[in-house]
């Protein structure tokens, strides 16, 4: 009998490290495909900052907990290597949430075709959720235009790039806050942002005086942290903050104290959260967007692939480190 290898969760993270006592790697018989169902070979797996929160028992989130003992949730791309359904046929790539596990057998809801010529690379580091999240963010909440100055934490990471870059696009000032000099380069070098902010060597008062003379229109929040108080207090008046992700207090018992709610009076901001899952349901407007900036060459990208299923595991560390340069991934 042919067998496969899934991970399961088995354990809630209590604030450390991401280790093995975790997950339980088991081997599972191949299974046969029915009328209706097709089997998909999973060939890239997207490791993403939002598993510390589908780990933690918090069932007050935008979605539930993944429940111990099963397979741990992800999304992924893959290739259809045996069909029973008239959609799907063999050879297709398809993408959608397939979990941390070689092979998954599906009917093809919430399964999506990858067009032709698209690299699973480029699919999740692009046109997966980093790319639906930053076209969202930017453009639901955070409504760009053209001489504005925008700021952008985790500049480096697979949403921030893609939003400052979408940003320089439409003729905003774009500045990013990164956590090493090599992605400090890399934003301004390569991805032509207008500065950069060392979060962890530079005066970050001075920096941002420097970088926003004139003030902040729109704050794209990936991380919080330190930075945070001071980009906000930078606030122009009918500013908008797009509240993405808070990774530096993700595996805090104790969140940093956020900013004072006052100057969101005084200044008529606007301060959002947001959670694409909300949004599944307008992909194809959010891809129809994001799309002509890709195919004219404005998005660049890098991908940070690791190897095999199990480094999964470790790998999700490199979130907390910033040892990812680029979209994680797991090649499979
Ligand atoms: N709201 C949503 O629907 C949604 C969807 C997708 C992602 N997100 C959120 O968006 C954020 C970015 O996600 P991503 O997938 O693009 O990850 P990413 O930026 O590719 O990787 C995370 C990066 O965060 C930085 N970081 C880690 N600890 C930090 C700290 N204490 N202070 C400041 N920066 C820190 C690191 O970069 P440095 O080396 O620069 O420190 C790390 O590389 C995450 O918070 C994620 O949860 C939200």
Same mark, same amino acid.
């Given at each position: ?15 450390? =490290? ?30 993403? =900052? ?64 990858? =067009? ?160 694409? =899952? ?55």
């Amino acid at each position: 009998m042919t067998t496969y290898k899934a991970i399961n969760l088995v354990a809630r993270p209590t604030g450390g =490290p991401i280790g093995p006592e975790l997950f339980e790697v088991v081997e599972k018989p191949l299974p046969s495909v029915s009328q209706g169902q097709f089997l998909i070979k999973q060939t890239y797996m997207s490791l993403d =900052p939002a598993m510390f929160g589908w780990m933690s028992p918090d069932t007050n989130s935008y979605i539930p907990p993944v429940g111990l003992g099963e397979v741990m949730r992800s999304s992924g791309v893959g290739e259809v290597v045996e069909s029973n359904h008239p959609d799907f046929q063999v050879g297709d790539h398809v993408m959608g949430m397939f979990g941390w596990q070689e092979y998954l057998l599906t009917d093809g809801k919430g399964m999506n075709k990858v =067009p032709a010529g698209v690299s699973d690379e480029m699919v999740l580091s692009i046109f997966a959720l980093p790319g639906l999240t930053a076209t969202q963010g930017l453009y639901g909440i955070g409504k760009p235009k053209s001489g504005e100055t925008l700021v952008v934490t985790g500049a480096a990471g697979s949403v921030g790039s893609i939003v400052g870059q979408l940003a320089k696009a439409d003729g905003l000032k774009v500045i990013g806050v990164v956590g090493s000099d090599t992605k400090a380069n890399w934003i301004v070098d390569d991805l032509g942002f207008d500065g950069a902010i060392n979060y962890k060597t530079d005066d970050l008062q001075a920096k941002l005086d420097e970088l926003a003379p004139n003030g902040v229109d729109v704050y794209f929040e990936n991380t919080g942290g330190e930075i945070q108080n001071l980009v906000f207090n930078k606030m122009n008046t009918h500013g908008r903050v797009v509240v993405c992700g808070m990774i530096a207090d993700y595996a805090k018992a104790v969140p940093n104290p956020g900013p004072n709610w006052i100057p969101m009076i005084k200044k008529r901001l606007t301060v959002q959260g947001f959670a694409m =899952p909300d949004h599944f349901g307008e992909i194809p407007q959010l891809l129809g967007k994001l799309t002509p900036y890709v195919t004219s060459g404005k998005i660049k990208y890098r991908a940070h692939v690791i190897e095999g299923l199990e480094s999964a595991i470790t790998g999700l560390n490199m979130f907390f480190t910033g040892e990812n340069q680029g979209k994680l991934m797991v090649k499979i």
